[in-house]
Structure formats: C-alpha cells, structure tokens
C-alpha cells in the first residue's frame, strides 16, 4: 500500500523529466505509475475473509505521529478503481491530445493527483488524510488550469480551489477535534464512545460534512465542477468518475461509521444529497455542450451517492458502493466516447451533431451502453443499483421517493439527450470530415461500457465486489443482487420513472422552454461572483487606505494588528515561564546596551544618529550570541547587522529627514505606548515558549556532533548532517527569493507579446470549452 501511494509521486518526478523527450508516449510512464495500485487487487481478492491489513512509517515519533496505512475491503476497493480509472486515462490521453501538448506537465499532474488519491483513501492516520486531501486540491487545481492561456481554464482552477480550500480548512478542524475527542491520531484505533461524548462531536460532524460537500459539489457548492470540465477530456474522466469528486463520497462513507449514530448525520446528508441529485438532473438537462451535460450528470450522481451514504445503515451503505461501481464505468466511458466525438468532428454542441452512428459505430455502441446504464435501464448494471436505491428511499418516506423517482427520471431524459447526437440526418459541421476513432482510442471506453454491461448480466460480479467493503462499511447482511427481484415497490418506482423519463423526452422542447423562463437571475454562479467582487473591493479598499500611508503608520498598525491577535491568547491562557539562565555582568551589560540603543533612535534628532544608534542593538544581539557560545550566529548577525547600516547609508538621499516627519505630543505617547505593550507581549511569549514539550535534545547534539558528524563544530555538524533539509529548505527559500528579485529586474524589459494562436495549444484545446 505505501509504494501504491508513493510510487505516482516518483513516477511524476520521472514524467516531468521525461516528457519533453518522450512527447505523447509519457502517457505509457504514467500509465505504468499505476501498477502498484492495480497489484492491490491481489489483496482485494482475499476480501471479506481476511483483517485489514496495516503498513506504518514512522512520521514524528516524538509526538505519536505514524503515517498508516490500512488496507480494508473499501479503501482497497477504492483504490483498484483509482488505479483502473488512471492507467485508462493515461492511455487514452496518448491518442487523444495534440502534439503540441505539454506533456511533461500534463503526466506530472496527472500521476500527482493520483498519488495523493490513493493517499486519501488509504491512509488511517487523520494528520496525513487532512494532507493527502489538500494535496487532491492543489493538484486538481493544476490540471484543471492546464491551459492557463485561457481566462475561462484559469476561472475554474480558481473556482475550484477556493472551494475546495474552504472544504480543506473544514477538515483540518475536524482532523483536529476528532483526535482530541477520540483519543487518537489514527481512524481505526478512536475511542468511539469516548468522542461521541464529548463537547467536540456535533462540531466535527458538521465540518466533516462541509468538507465532504464542498469536495463532492453538493449543494450550494456545485458550481466549481461544471466549470472545471476546462480541463481536458482524460482529466475529466478521471477526476469526475471515480477520484476527486469522490474523495467527499468516500469521507462521509468512512466517517459515516463514526458520526452515523447521530441523527444529525443523516438528517443533514440525505435531504441536501437528494436536493442536489434533484438540481443536477434539472440543470444536465438544458445543456447543450456534451461535456458540460456530463458535469451536471456527474452532480446528480454524487447526489444519489451522497444521500444513500448519509443514510447510515447496512442498506444504504450497500446500495451505494454498488453503484459506485457502476458510476465509474458509465462516467468515465462516457467522458471519453464525449472526446471521441469532440476529437473527430470538431464541436460537442448537441444542436450541431447528428446522425453520427454512421461515421462512428462502435462509438454508438459504447455510448448506448454507458447512457444506458446512467439512465438505470436493463440489463445494465446501473438498473441493478437504481433499484437498490429505491429500496432504501422507501424506507425514508414518500417524500424521499418522490424526489428520487423525478431526479431519476430527467436522468434518463438527459442520457437520452446524450445519445442523440448518434441518431437523426447528419448534423455536424461542414467543413469537418469525421474519421472513424483507432482501435487504441476505443479500447478505454469499450472496457468501461463492458464493465457496466457485466455488472447487469452478471450482477454477481457487482455484488462480490461491493461485499468486499462489508467488514469496513458495516453491511454483512447484504442482500443478493439480480436482474429479476419480482413485482416490488421498487419496481413499480422504477416503472414510474420510466414513464416519466418517456414523457419529459416526448416534450422536450416545451420542457426546455419552460425551463428558460424558470430560469433566474440569480444562482450560485452569480453568488459566487458577486462575493469575489465584493471581496475584491473591500481588500482595495484597505490597501487605498493603508498602503499609501507613511511608513511609521503601517508600523503602527501592524503591531496593533498583531496585539489584537496575540494578547487574547497570552491573557486566556496564561503560561508559567522560568528564565533559563542565570544573570550575570555580562548578560546584564548586553541587556543594557540593547535598551540603551532602541532609547537612543527614538531621541535621536537625525538620520545618521539613528541609524548608528539602531547598530547598537544588532551588535548587542551578536554579543549575546557570543555569550551563550554561539560564535557562527554572533558573526552572522554582525555580518548582517554591517551590511544594514551600509544600505541605510546608501538610501539616505531618497529617505525623509527625521524633522520632516513631525509628530504631536500625542503620537509620541501612543507611540511609546504601543513600543512598550509590544516589547513587553513578545517577551512573555519568548519566556513561556521555553516550556519544553519533551526533555532537551542539546546534549544528543554535544555527545554526537563528533562521533555521528565527524566535525568538532556542534552548529556546523548540526546544520549539515542532522538537520541537513532545514538547511536544504532554508537555501530552497533563499533560491526562490533570488529568482523572484532576478523576475522583478526583468520587469520593463522588452518581450515578445503573446499571440493569439499561441494561446491555444491544439486544436482539441480550443474544442475544451464549456459554456458557463
């Protein structure tokens, strides 16, 4: 499990160095970053009957921190899906992007997104989830704004990022208050009794479940995903089938067994899951690009997931991972029959295609199949799993079922919408001449539309694979799954739905143009933009108001700023502190040359005063040092403390005289005043820091600096070998300041001005566009 999780990374070290070099065929080095995910299914096969297995690296031993993995029957099962979805992405992407692509970049992302995946789905330790669940934004982020040429790919990266973040933030809070309510850092070991009494659970639950909304566009947060589809078409497939948009699915189905018992769990999942499945299937409808019908779909699905998860009990969590299954085969075989079509005629507008069965005919095929499935019609395996649902929405009321039976019933008007562009005269551009796709193109999507045709004919296969979660969701009685249960409610539903779906496609048009007439003037687009200019406005606002101020001004408010945030802290929680040293002349010598200096620049009457007054306190720090038998510091600090004065020195023609800058009576008060409260809080905040979590590692330092060095320098030793990536990181720091000044110099330079056409990479690119 820990090379399935590790071993993308590395691989997307290697793709980036390798893509420049090997154009498209990266692809097959990224495809292979997934094998280790894919050799899980050896442990999958000895599922239910064997433990979850464990792997554990030690993290920060000091503090209880160890990096878990644990491989039960649902993280094992999400990450074989994981691992299938990504190596067909990878594949299909080599036929399917343009050579002008940046593939080094593409495949980097790519692998990095899968890694941290598979991070999230395996790891038991809550530190590293909250990690690895970052790690899917930021990633996800890259490759949604791949084409970072265009405004409408750099819009939904944003988009999606501050949505996520906000989901991220969420989670980090309630990583936090589950460990400290259960006891523990780790899932598996939380005493669940202990947590659920204690003042933190209600709190966890709910930012666990803004979390878990955020990341899976439940509403109101579904309107980062629609827009996201300007990623390419295998991104698409690959996040929005079984990976990214899943990742919240997959938290409320682990976390389900821990805040399940409440009925504020599933009071909150199940209604805003079945709304969202509702406004999905709504909105899919009166889409006219294929990608962005597959988005709303892509909701509407996560709702339907979301609502049977949030149900809590061995039904639902059984009719879920069912189905689970199923989406991923349909979604993501449908993704990439939608970039066939794109890849080959040029456009995916629904009004402008037609009659593509004759150019394309196992693309037809495919197509059918996958619709088929999403729409929940025999012998298909998404009718095996719709049915599973209406089960378990009979159980919640016919409230319950009535929204499930009209969001399932415009999903079968859209996924006939969907396949319509087979059907009819021939409708697609003139100018285009569709060739028919290669094999190696079809053979991703013809294995997905296989899969979801196996899961009907066979629902055994299905069922086998869901039972393999049973152990880690709970669902041991689970029930056996077939085409043919007899005459049920579940039935007659399905059979509602049917008749339904029929009737909203026989007046489409009508139901299209009431929809524009329903449509408001407001959504959570529009919200979501007002909030960003508003935000805009106010942060200019401030920075007019601040910004321009002179420098003791900012100053000024920078230490009032940072006592609001400190002296609440220092005052609620006061800390019993101790001087770690004894006083003696010299400490008291240095003590009084550094008050002596900060007195003397604020009495001195000119520049040149002030600032050889202000070196008094550099080199009483360097004294300091050398006091405390710190000699490379000492000389570090008066290497630097030199090189101030001196550039103070050179500055003095731009700076103000210190009589130009007056102040009243009462600015010298305030001024002292806020000088005074400042030193005095960070002084307590240095002497209660010195409480010392675990006893003092100095003496390892004294004892193996020689030995374990081999250098008579303890600071040296230190800085080399046994904190040898602080120094790296520091030096990283140091590199990054250094390009960004080298950057800042070239501003003004003259350049060549980007083109027009070099904003879009390829041809596919420029089709990659969905309309907002």
């Not at 003139?430 to 999507?445: C, G, K, V």
């Not at 374990?708 to 040296?716: K, R, S």
Request: charged share 10%.
């Amino acid at each position: 499990m820990t090379l399935a999780v590790f071993f993308p990374f590395l691989m997307s070290a290697a793709a980036a160095l390798a893509g420049p070099k090997l154009g498209r065929h990266t692809g097959w080095l990224a495809a292979a970053g997934f094998l280790p995910a894919l050799a899980l299914a050896s442990r999958l096969l000895t599922l239910p009957g064997s433990p979850p297995q464990t792997e554990t690296l030690h993290w920060v031993p000091q503090l209880g921190l160890d990096l878990v993995f644990r491989g039960d029957g649902f993280s094992l099962l999400f990450a074989c899906l994981i691992g299938v979805i990504g190596t067909l992405a990878a594949l299909y992407s080599v036929f399917y992007l343009s050579s002008k692509e940046a593939f080094g970049r593409f495949y980097a992302y790519l692998l990095l997104f899968g890694g941290s995946m598979l991070g999230v789905v395996l790891t038991d330790n809550l530190p590293a989830l909250f990690c690895f669940w970052e790690m899917t934004s930021v990633s996800s982020f890259l490759l949604i704004g791949l084409w970072h040429t265009r405004a409408a790919a750099r819009d939904g990266a944003v988009k999606a990022f501050l949505v996520s973040a906000l989901g991220g933030l969420a989670l980090l809070a309630a990583v936090a208050l589950i460990s400290l309510g259960g006891g523990s850092t780790n899932l598996s070991e939380l005493n669940l009794d202990a947590l659920r009494a204690s003042p933190y659970f209600v709190p966890a639950l709910l930012l666990t479940l803004l979390a878990a909304f955020t990341k899976s566009a439940q509403l109101p947060f579904h309107l980062w995903l629609p827009t996201a589809m300007e990623a390419p078409t295998p991104i698409s497939a690959f996040l929005h089938s079984a990976t990214m948009v899943k990742a919240g699915v997959f938290l409320v189905a682990k976390l389900g067994l821990v805040f399940g018992t409440s009925a504020l769990w599933s009071g909150i999942t199940v209604p805003v899951g079945l709304a969202t499945l509702f406004w999905g299937s709504y909105l899919a409808l009166r889409q006219t690009d294929l990608k962005a019908l597959l988005a709303f779909s892509t909701i509407s699905q996560l709702g339907l997931l979301m609502s049977l998860y949030g149900l809590a009990n061995e039904e639902g969590r059984y009719a879920a991972t069912v189905h689970l299954l199923n989406h991923a085969a349909f979604k993501a075989a449908l993704f990439f029959v939608v970039g066939i079509i794109d890849h080959e005629t040029g456009t995916r507008e629904i009004p402008r295609l037609g009659g593509l069965r004759r150019f394309f005919p196992v693309t037809f095929v495919v197509a059918v199949l996958a619709a088929m499935s999403m729409a929940g019609l025999p012998p298909l395996g998404g009718f095996v799993s719709k049915e599973l649902f209406y089960e378990a929405m009979l159980h919640q009321g016919p409230l319950f079922l009535a929204v499930a039976v009209l969001g399932s019933a415009m999903t079968l008007a859209y996924s006939w919408r969907l396949i319509s562009v087979f059907f009819g005269e021939v409708r697609h551009p003139e100018d285009a001449h569709p060739d028919r796709p290669s094999n190696a193109i079809l053979t991703p999507p013809t294995l997905l539309a296989g899969a979801a045709l196996l899961f009907g004919l066979w629902p055994g296969s299905a069922e086998w694979l869901a039972k393999t979660a049973s152990a880690a969701l709970a669902f041991g009685s689970a029930p056996h799954l077939s085409l043919w249960h007899g005459v049920t409610p579940a039935l007659l539903a399905t059979l509602l739905t049917w008749a339904l779906g029929a009737a909203l496609i026989w007046q489409m048009p009508r139901f299209l143009s009431v929809q524009r007439r329903l449509t408001p003037a407001w959504n959570a687009n529009t919200a979501y933009y007002g909030l960003r200019q508003w935000v805009d406005i106010a942060a200019t606002a401030i920075i007019l108001r601040t910004q321009g101020l002179a420098l003791p001004d900012q100053i000024r408010i920078s230490l009032i700023c940072a006592a609001l945030l400190l002296a609440p802290v220092l005052i609620s929680t006061p800390q019993p502190f101790r001087l770690a040293f004894e006083f003696d002349i010299s400490v008291l010598l240095i003590a009084v040359l550094l008050v002596a200096g900060a007195v003397g620049v604020g009495l001195s009457r000119n520049r040149l005063t002030a600032v050889i007054v202000m070196g008094l306190t550099g080199f009483g720090s360097a004294g300091a040092f050398l006091v405390f038998r710190a000699p490379d510091l000492a000389l570090t600090q008066m290497v630097i403390e030199t090189v101030t004065v001196i550039l103070f020195m050179l500055t003095f023609r731009y700076l103000p005289g210190v009589r130009d800058l007056p102040r009243r009576k009462w600015q010298y008060a305030l001024d002292l005043t806020i000088a005074g409260l400042s030193g005095l809080a960070v002084t307590t905040l240095v002497l209660a820091s010195r409480q010392a979590l675990a006893p003092s590692i100095a003496p390892y330092y004294l004892v193996h600096s020689y030995k374990g060095g081999g250098g008579n320098n303890v600071v040296n030793v230190t800085l080399v070998d046994f904190r040898g990536f602080d120094t790296m990181g520091e030096i990283t720091v140091v590199g990054m300041v250094a390009l960004a000044v080298m950057a800042l110099v070239r501003v003004g330079k003259p350049g060549r001005a980007l083109a027009e056409s070099d904003a879009q990479p390829s041809a596919a690119a420029s089709r990659e566009q969905v309309e907002p």
